[in-house]
């Protein structure tokens, strides 16, 4: 496995937040995963992120409310960039509840 491909199993949280475009900059994102606002849940077992450094992999299901609303998730790709709108919808699916 080249090092390009193993840097992209899996993606700091706020990192990932940011990339999909759900926050402005990583560092909202980092405070926003600090206070525990986000549910993960990967092979059926569900937790909360507390830290921005935790991990995000491409099959797990993140669960947050923003702006009044709850999103959940299916992370599908942890990118490489923080990109156009387009490609940042790419990094994941909506989850139907």
């Known amino acids: 496995m080249s090092d390009a491909a193993s840097s992209n199993d ?3 949280a706020d990192v990932w937040l940011w990339r999909a475009r759900f926050f402005k900059t990583r560092s909202l994102a980092a405070k926003f995963v600090d206070e525990g606002r986000i549910r993960l849940t990967r092979a059926g077992a569900e937790s909360r992120i507390d830290k921005p450094s935790r991990t995000v992999k491409p099959g797990d299901v993140l669960v ?3 702006a009044g609303r709850l999103i959940a998730i299916r992370v599908l790709d942890c990118g490489e960039r923080r990109g156009p709108a387009m490609e940042a919808r790419g990094l994941y699916e909506a989850v139907e509840g």
């Open 10 to 12: 899996a993606a700091r």
């Open 64 to 66: 947050f409310g923003l």
